[in-house]
């Protein structure tokens, strides 16, 4: 399915969970946080939040430093 994730138009794997669609696109769910349409998803519920088709996400990496 098409999808848009940072801007970006993307392909995603029809039905995939937030958390499988981080596995898909290769990124360490560690340090980061996503938004879907609009809305923070909390890090709990990314193995049940379903991906609808076109949605779009912004996912945003944690930086440490001092």
């Known amino acids: ?4 994730v940072n801007g970006e138009p993307r392909r995603a794997p ?3 969970t937030l958390l499988e669609l981080l596995q898909a696109l290769a990124i360490e769910p560690s340090r980061i946080a996503i938004e879907l349409n609009g809305e923070i998803v909390k890090k709990a519920q990314w193995p ?3 991906v609808p ?3 779009t996400l912004e996912i945003v990496h944690f930086v440490g430093g001092g």
């Open 53 to 55: 088709p076109n949605a």
């Open 14 to 16: 029809d039905g995939c």
């Open 1 to 4: 399915m098409e999808i848009v």
């Open 48 to 50: 049940e939040v379903r």
